[in-house]
């Protein structure tokens, strides 16, 4: 009987949210994966590391610092909407070393204020008032879809994340303005060797499923799922989503 040693899988949060996101995926995948996540450069505990927006160049270099310090040489990655910005620039920069990767709730476009509509506005509302109830109901309407937001099964996700979001200091601006900001990684897609699982939802509003199927065009070895889900597929489905994303981590 040999043993086995669980597989590392780099997993990164979505802004608002933080790692904890990923404690379904961990538990499920004890094991059989080792969830390494981070918290990403203006955010969490290191919301007030930066005093100007983050790019998500800045994150993805602070993120491969890490992993150096670490010293993984061949990991998987998961990233939810910001964190897929970073994977994706991850996976590009080292295609050798990426198993696969997952990228939920994400898309590889520059964000345009026409695309914000509504939401262009919010950075300058949190640097200016705080996560008040108005902006936090705002943020979870982005976060979450439709559905989530009014089904009963899910009302212990929603507190418990509405009670997080509340608790966000105005200082996570930064990090926003840099999402909010964001340039395009179109062209980087191709460069992406690992096989990639694309989650996206019809109810995703932040990343809407026709930038989901540019990341499935993009990526040669790329497969898609869709469902009736908002932005955070994992959280939102995470009976049907966190066994697949396992195994499509760990086919054992």
């Given at each position: ?18 790692p ?13 994966i080792?969830?390494?996540a981070?918290?990403?450069?203006g955010q ?15 994150v993805?270099d ?5 992993i ?6 061949r990991?998987?990655l998961v ?14 920069r080292?295609?050798a ?10 898309s590889a ?10 939401f262009?506005?919010?950075?300058d ?5 705080g996560?008040?109830p108005e ?10 879809g ?6 009963s ?14 608790e966000?200091?105005p200082d ?17 897609l191709?460069s ?6 694309i989650?996206?939802?019809t109810?995703?509003?932040?990343r809407?499923?026709a ?11 790329a ?6 889900h908002?932005?955070?597929?994992i ?10 994303v396992?195994?499509f981590?760990?086919?054992?």
């Open positions: 009987m040999t043993n086995h040693t669980p597989a590392p899988v780099v997993c990164l949060h979505s802004l608002f949210l933080d904890r996101m990923f404690d379904g995926l961990a538990s499920a995948g004890d094991g059989r080792e969830v390494i981070p918290e990403l450069l969490v505990s290191r919301v007030h590391d930066v005093r100007q927006t983050v790019t998500m160049d800045q993805t602070d993120v491969l610092r890490t150096d310090e670490l010293g993984l040489e990991f998987s990233g939810q909407s910001m964190g897929g910005d970073v994977a994706i620039r991850i996976a590009a080292r295609p070393a990426i198993e696969k990767i997952v990228l939920l709730g994400s476009r520059a964000q345009s204020q026409e695309d914000l509509g509504e262009a506005t919010l950075p509302r949190i640097q200016r008032e996560f008040t902006i936090v109901d705002i943020v979870m309407t982005i976060m979450f439709a559905s989530t937001l009014v089904d099964d899910r009302l212990d996700i929603r507190e418990t994340w509405r009670s997080r979001i509340a966000l200091s996570l601006v930064h990090a926003v303005r840099g999402v909010f900001e964001r340039e395009g990684c179109v062209d980087l191709p992406i060797k690992a096989p990639a699982l989650v996206s939802g109810e995703d509003l932040g809407p499923p930038w989901s199927d540019e990341l499935f065009d993009g990526i040669p070895d497969r898609l799922l869709r469902h009736k908002g932005h955070s597929p959280l939102e489905l995470p009976e049907l989503v966190v066994p697949l396992l195994q981590l760990d086919p054992r």
